[in-house]
């Protein structure tokens, strides 16, 4: 079984879609269902003891430092960028705190809820390296909830990712997790890029891989989002009868 021992929140963002909610604060730090979305991310983290989580900042990143100053589990080690680099930057420059296994990258605007087994756990459980360069966590674009796009991937029988053509629709959202290897990120811009340059290359060379949350997923991107997820999150709560 692979073991991962290190992951990255993606956590750097202006969260200019969040305003006026991230005019006072950074995106990861709104609470949503009690908590802050970081914490959601890191909570997670935790219970798949993963030991260590590198949080990338740039917004308001002194708030998230002193927000995560006393967390002691995962261990929490912080990027701070200067200058924004996008998903795929954010990494390459954090590379030297993540070791030189494949890691967990989860972003810090999604947020879920398992099925039978905790979704991390069955991304560890499908990660097969003789096959794959990256594997990605996908949700069906019809029940992914707070999202209203097209889709970003169609997938065959096996896992195999293929990107959405475009002027269509693809069956399958990316979820906002993944496992990837440190060594596609030697050859990139030494400034900012999206983490799509890895995927795209991985797809090319045919080990782009995905599995299908058996879970709720939601995609927290605006204010009005917040409620209609905490709305969701309720009701979906195991009900308990008095006895």
């Known amino acids: 079984m692979t073991v991962l021992t290190h992951a990255m929140v993606l956590a750097a963002g202006l969260g200019l879609r969040m305003r006026p909610l991230t005019l006072e604060r950074p995106k990861p730090l709104i609470p949503v269902a009690g908590k802050p979305l970081l914490d959601h991310a890191l909570d997670r983290i935790d219970a798949a003891e993963i030991g260590t989580a590198v949080v990338n900042t740039h ?29 795929g930057g954010g990494i390459r420059k954090a590379l030297p705190l993540l070791g030189s296994r494949p890691f967990l990258v989860v972003n810090a605007d999604i947020l879920w809820l398992d099925g039978p087994t905790p979704a991390i756990t069955r991304l560890i459980d499908a990660w097969r390296p003789d096959v794959m360069d990256v594997l990605l966590l996908v949700n069906p674009t019809v029940s992914a909830i707070g999202y209203d796009g097209s889709g970003d991937f169609f997938m065959d029988p096996v896992g195999q990712l293929t990107r959405r053509p475009k002027g269509r ?75």
């Open 59 to 87: 917004y308001k990143g002194e708030m998230i430092a002193a927000h995560l100053r006393d967390r002691a589990r995962p261990r929490v080690v912080l990027s701070p960028e200067a200058e924004l680099l996008e998903t």
């Open 169 to 243: 629709i693809a069956p399958f959202v990316f979820a906002g997790v993944h496992i990837v290897r440190p060594e596609l990120y030697r050859h990139t811009p030494d400034d900012a890029f999206s983490n799509n340059l890895i995927w795209d290359r991985a797809a090319e060379a045919g080990r782009l891989y995905g599995i299908r949350h058996d879970g709720l997923w939601f995609h927290v991107g605006t204010p009005d989002t917040i409620g209609e997820v905490e709305e969701r999150l309720e009701l979906s709560r195991p009900v308990h009868s008095e006895s």
